[in-house]
């Protein structure tokens, strides 16, 4: 969990309470401000329209707040130990890849020519920074009066310092374009699709001209998102597969898994996003 001054900085919650004595609640935990306002899903809340231009708008919004994430002194707000940089990319692949083995169930064609393709294709990261590492609009907060305003971001477990342009990357495979096939758009995580809202390669332009980055590789970053996304799913799945939950839900799961699988095998064939 970040530090309360990156609460200052950003719109995290700041953590009023850390209790590290197990006999508490079994295991350490914390109590963390609460924060009132809306949190877009895959669908809008009842009454809840958004015009095009309030769309635009608040697609801005999510990724001027990433910028502003990105942009943290991560040094002098004493969080440099929060994470090794260096390697990271390589640690992540590495380790996702091993994730997707260790739960897999199925043989997808595409599974092998993506792992191999994201390790001999890792570009150097060029720009490091404090990133969050599950940034979507199901974990932003909105405030209610002013809805392209973001007042918290949630779920900080993830955080870690490592590759900026890989944090994009998550944020991008959340992403749903209204032109993309039927079966990516059947699993949404926010309001990425209405009128008005980026696409994807806005979404990397906005970026780019608030950084200043070189996005060039932005593809590859894409493509290993939507593997990680899969390799998450996955593991969902397995432990259905295993008897180890009864949900009946997670029983098409193999089906996000496959389309997650080809969108990315086809983001690292073209270069399209």
Request: aromatic share 10%; with cysteine.
């Amino acid at each position: 969990m970040p530090s309360v001054w990156v609460a200052r900085s950003s719109p995290a919650p700041e953590v009023l309470l850390y209790c590290d004595d197990n006999s508490v609640l079994g295991a350490p935990f914390y109590v963390m401000e609460p924060i009132h306002g809306i949190i877009l899903r895959s669908q809008l809340p009842t009454g809840l329209e958004l015009s095009p231009e309030t769309a635009r708008q608040l697609s801005e919004s999510l990724i001027d707040n990433l910028v502003t994430l990105h942009h943290v002194d991560y040094t002098t707000a004493g969080l440099a130990d929060l994470g090794k940089p260096q390697g990271y990319l390589e640690r992540q692949v590495r380790g996702w890849i091993d994730r997707y083995y260790g739960s897999k169930t199925h043989d997808y064609t595409e599974v092998d020519k993506l792992t191999s393709w994201l390790q001999q294709h890792m570009p150097s990261t060029s720009a490091v920074s404090l990133i969050h590492n599950d940034y979507k609009y199901d974990n932003v907060v909105l405030d209610a009066e002013h809805i392209t305003r973001i007042i918290g971001v949630l779920d900080w477990e993830m955080c870690t310092i490592g590759d900026s342009l890989a944090d994009l990357g998550t944020t991008l495979a959340y992403w749903v374009d209204a032109t993309d096939p039927a079966e990516l758009q059947q699993k949404t995580w926010g309001p990425t699709a209405i009128p008005g809202s980026f696409r994807r390669s806005e979404v990397v332009e906005c970026y780019a001209r608030k950084t200043g980055s070189d996005v060039s590789k932005v593809s590859y970053y894409l493509t290993f998102a939507r593997f990680k996304l899969a390799v998450i799913v996955q593991q969902i799945y397995f432990r259905y597969h295993q008897g180890i939950t009864k949900d009946e839900r997670f029983a098409s799961m193999p089906g996000t898994v496959h389309a997650l699988l080809k969108s990315a095998l086809y983001c690292a064939q073209t270069g399209r996003m």
